[in-house]
């Protein structure tokens, strides 16, 4: 018992400090990914995630009569999906665990959204302070991957959705090409010249960012499954029913630039009716 308790701690000890070294790292990247999303807010991106997020959520049917759909944000960065649902008129809670992320988030939401619909809360998103059968709609983009627990992380958004409420999540195979060198190597030819994104040059990570990131990625286990398909069997395991995967999103909602250098990691949706 008393070896079980104590290796029981250390693990415990080891998240914690994985933890911290995560949200030391968004808290570093704060200013060039709240830069990045002021790209897509400006170029034709904008409108291509609104049509997405509308079909995807399908928000004329969301929320009660005469009431704006209740949307969860979740890891929601410097706000760029706060900032495209609070102006479809949903009520929009946006949580993030990264101070600086949360910083940006109001000071872009306020320049860009509607703040008198978004509230900010500070929280690990996979251990959320909100009471269940909340939201109509529990909504993330380029998280699950940071995930130490994953099908722990989607039991607790499907708490904390409606019955009949809607789980989406868009995400990528971003660091699969750290456990397959043939794909690093195909990687690394399509990334050799990052000028393609049409990125502005304060937008980007640097390269010891870069490194540290996928320092973190190895230590995670979504790094070494095969999603969309792992997410869709995790989310119908613990009783999520219209699972269903859309690999071909990308397609809609990235530049050309971005499809040729990331075409080995191309980003897809879940989505997951409680």
């Excluded at 609104?50 to 704006?68: Q, T, Y």
Aim: glycine letters at 6%; one cysteine or more; charged letters at 25%.
């Amino acid at each position: 018992m008393e070896v079980a308790m104590r290796r029981t701690s250390q693990r415990a000890c080891r998240d914690e400090a994985f933890k911290a070294h995560v949200i030391e790292y968004w808290n570093e990247r704060a200013t060039t990914y709240s830069n990045g999303i002021w790209d897509e807010l400006e170029g034709a991106q904008h409108h291509a995630w609104i049509d997405v997020l509308h079909n995807k959520l399908a928000l004329d049917f969301l929320g009660a009569e005469g009431e704006a759909p209740k949307v969860l944000d979740l890891g929601c960065g410097p706000g760029f999906f706060s900032i495209l649902l609070s102006a479809m008129g949903c009520t929009v809670h946006a949580v993030d665990e990264s101070e600086q992320m949360l910083r940006h988030a109001q000071e872009n939401v306020a320049r860009a959204g509607r703040p008198e619909r978004v509230a900010f809360i500070r929280s690990d998103v996979s251990s959320l302070p909100l009471p269940s059968d909340t939201y109509d709609a529990v909504v993330l983009r380029n998280v699950t991957w940071l995930m130490r627990d994953p099908v722990a992380a989607y039991r607790e958004w499907q708490r904390v959705l409606k019955p009949g409420g809607k789980l989406v999540v868009f995400d990528a195979n971003w660091y699969t090409y750290l456990a397959d060198a043939a794909l690093d190597e195909l990687r690394r030819s399509h990334q050799e010249d990052r000028a393609v994104l049409g990125w502005s040059e304060n937008a980007f990570a640097s390269a010891k960012q870069e490194d540290r990131c996928e320092a973190l990625a190895a230590q995670l286990p979504l790094t070494y499954e095969n999603r969309p398909a792992w997410d869709v069997e995790a989310l119908s395991s613990i009783g999520f029913k219209s699972v269903a995967a859309d690999e071909e999103v990308w397609r809609s909602v990235w530049t050309k630039g971005e499809q040729a250098f990331y075409a080995t990691s191309p980003l897809f949706s879940v989505e997951a009716v409680k």
